[in-house]
């Protein structure tokens, strides 16, 4: 039989393996398999060469019974409306683990950024305000950045959702720059957060961290800053790194100063100095203690999971590992930091966000990381302690918690 690549059918079966374990009520398992509301839109936007383009949009909000949603836009040729339900899923669950009061969701249109001009760009993420404006905002829906989306980008969707609204509503999408009332720490926060559940892995199997060897897939926001924070902060030796294109690899580990300085100058990591080629396939099979999966779905499958030589992996990417990938990695005794644990603090340092927008009172980044700190040491404990409870893996704890805390709030609000 074919491998399940449908990230929305995974979603659907990691939460199946929950509910059996958890014996769910089939009503309230039911109820969670499936997004609570979703939009289709158009966006016609005009572009430069004068003619206009029809994009299609998605704004799925999946579950918000303990909060309004929560979830980024993507900008991706290979959007579909099953990845977007399926981020939005994931959301939800991320959310409940991080115990955040917010719900589910995700965004996405069709397109290339790559080959749009900063114009059409904008054009575009107006558009897409204007058509879901009306649905979203502070108490119902909470939009972000994610893959190929940034702070300029949420700017002028802020400003769009403002203009229409007839008023400031800061807190109606997180991510923004720091000029228009983003939070401090809030870029680098994925990767930190992530960095936080590591170091408390790493604690559980009493290794020192310095020295530790890592391979990290993906160089974008997340990437680039777990590459800088873990030398930095942690004392990692990441010895290789990859974009969509190709990876670079030293045995000495990469100093994150000459890689960044030489992204910047040619937008690509192949040939960057003092470094051998490899490709992403190979980067993740290379021979370290950490592999962190930080570009796209799906790159851990029935396929290569086998070739993993990675004791710990770390999954600051949404859905990198297949459910085919889990139970070869569940066999090796591989211990992974689920998604959605480990790629929560994202999502909680945008909740300070919302927080610090609500109170206009803004906090110094040194507080945002000792707040994330603790979100995330407290997430990652309350999973491990369910793991060992339950006796199942890190992945199926996740959504034990999860899965508990949201369904406790839909029957509070006597849904099911
Ligand atoms: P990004 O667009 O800034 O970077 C993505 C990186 O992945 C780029 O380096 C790109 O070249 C690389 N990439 C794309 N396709 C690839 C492929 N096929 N093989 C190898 N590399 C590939 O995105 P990001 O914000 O860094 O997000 C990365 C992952 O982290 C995504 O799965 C996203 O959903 C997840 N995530 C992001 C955030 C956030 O705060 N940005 C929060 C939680 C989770």
Same mark, same amino acid.
């Given at each position: 039989?074919?491998?399940?690549?449908?990230?929305?059918?995974?979603?659907?079966?990691?939460?199946?393996?929950? &509910?059996?374990?958890?014996?769910?009520?089939?009503?309230?398992?039911?109820?969670?398999?499936?997004?609570?509301?979703?939009?289709?839109?158009?966006?016609?936007?005009?572009?430069?060469?004068?003619?206009?383009?029809?994009?299609?949009?998605?704004?799925?909000?999946?579950?918000?019974?303990?909060?309004?949603?929560?979830?980024?836009?993507?900008?991706?040729?290979?959007?579909?409306?099953?990845?977007?339900?399926?981020?939005? &899923?994931?959301?939800?669950?991320?959310?409940?683990?991080?115990?955040?009061?917010?719900?589910?969701?995700?965004?996405?249109?069709?397109?290339?950024?790559?080959?749009?001009?900063?114009?059409?760009?904008?054009?575009?993420?107006?558009?897409?305000?204007?058509?879901?404006?009306?649905?979203?905002?502070?108490?119902?829906?909470?939009?972000?950045?994610?893959?190929?989306?940034?702070?300029?980008?949420?700017?002028?969707?802020?400003?769009?959702?403002?203009?229409?609204?007839?008023?400031?509503?800061?807190?109606?999408?997180?991510?923004?720059?720091?000029?228009? #009332?983003?939070?401090?720490? #809030?870029?680098?926060?994925?990767?930190?957060?992530?960095?936080?559940?590591? #170091?408390?892995?790493?604690?559980?199997?009493?290794?020192?961290?310095?020295?530790?060897?890592?391979?990290?897939?993906?160089?974008?926001?997340?990437?680039?800053?777990?590459?800088? @924070?873990?030398?930095?902060?942690?004392?990692?030796?990441?010895?290789?790194?990859?974009?969509?294109?190709?990876?670079?690899?030293?045995?000495?580990?990469?100093?994150?100063?000459?890689?960044?300085?030489?992204?910047?100058?040619?937008?690509? @990591?192949?040939?960057?100095?003092?470094?051998?080629?490899?490709?992403?396939?190979?980067?993740?099979?290379?021979?370290?203690?950490?592999?962190?999966?930080?570009?796209?779905?799906?790159?851990?499958?029935?396929?290569?999971?086998?070739?993993?030589?990675?004791?710990?992996?770390?999954?600051?990417?949404?859905?990198?590992?297949?459910?085919?990938?889990?139970?070869?990695?569940?066999?090796?005794?591989?211990?992974?930091?689920?998604?959605?644990?480990?790629? &929560?603090?994202?999502?909680?340092?945008?909740?300070?966000?919302?927080?610090?927008?609500?109170?206009?009172?803004?906090?110094?980044?040194?507080?945002?990381?000792? #707040?994330?700190?603790?979100?995330?040491?407290?997430?990652?404990?309350?999973?491990?302690?369910?793991?060992?409870?339950?006796?199942?893996?890190?992945?199926?704890?996740?959504? @034990?918690?999860?899965?508990?805390?949201?369904?406790? &709030?839909?029957?509070?609000?006597?849904?099911?």
């Amino acid at each position: 039989m074919d491998e399940i690549l449908n990230p929305f059918a995974i979603a659907q079966a990691q939460l199946d393996e929950a &509910a059996a374990v958890l014996q769910l009520d089939p009503d309230m398992h039911s109820f969670l398999r499936r997004p609570m509301r979703e939009f289709h839109f158009t966006i016609p936007v005009r572009m430069d060469d004068g003619r206009v383009r029809t994009f299609q949009g998605f704004r799925v909000q999946y579950n918000d019974a303990r909060g309004p949603a929560k979830g980024g836009i993507r900008f991706h040729p290979d959007e579909t409306i099953d990845t977007v339900r399926a981020l939005a &899923a994931w959301m939800t669950w991320k959310t409940a683990v991080a115990d955040v009061p917010l719900g589910g969701g995700k965004g996405g249109v069709i397109c290339n950024p790559r080959e749009m001009s900063q114009g059409e760009l904008e054009r575009l993420s107006r558009g897409y305000m204007r058509s879901i404006s009306r649905y979203i905002g502070l108490t119902k829906d909470v939009p972000a950045p994610d893959v190929h989306t940034n702070p300029q980008i949420m700017a002028w969707m802020l400003d769009e959702h403002e203009m229409l609204q007839g008023h400031h509503e800061p807190g109606a999408i997180t991510g923004k720059p720091l000029q228009l #009332r983003g939070s401090a720490g #809030r870029s680098p926060a994925t990767a930190m957060g992530g960095l936080f559940a590591i #170091r408390e892995a790493a604690k559980l199997f009493d290794v020192e961290l310095a020295g530790t060897t890592c391979a990290m897939q993906g160089y974008g926001n997340v990437g680039s800053f777990a590459h800088r @924070l873990g030398h930095d902060r942690f004392g990692l030796k990441v010895v290789a790194v990859s974009d969509e294109f190709s990876g670079i690899y030293n045995e000495n580990g990469l100093d994150p100063d000459v890689v960044a300085k030489h992204q910047r100058r040619t937008g690509r @990591l192949a040939d960057c100095p003092d470094t051998e080629a490899l490709s992403n396939a190979e980067l993740l099979e290379l021979d370290v203690s950490i592999l962190i999966p930080a570009a796209i779905e799906n790159q851990l499958t029935g396929q290569n999971a086998d070739n993993v030589k990675a004791r710990v992996v770390a999954e600051l990417a949404n859905g990198p590992t297949t459910p085919e990938a889990d139970k070869i990695f569940r066999e090796k005794g591989t211990y992974i930091i689920p998604d959605f644990l480990c790629n &929560a603090g994202g999502v909680t340092v945008s909740y300070f966000e919302m927080v610090q927008n609500a109170y206009q009172f803004y906090w110094e980044e040194s507080l945002v990381q000792e #707040r994330l700190d603790y979100k995330m040491t407290t997430a990652f404990h309350a999973v491990d302690k369910m793991a060992k409870a339950r006796g199942v893996d890190n992945r199926v704890a996740a959504y @034990l918690v999860a899965v508990n805390r949201v369904a406790e &709030a839909v029957r509070l609000r006597g849904w099911v």
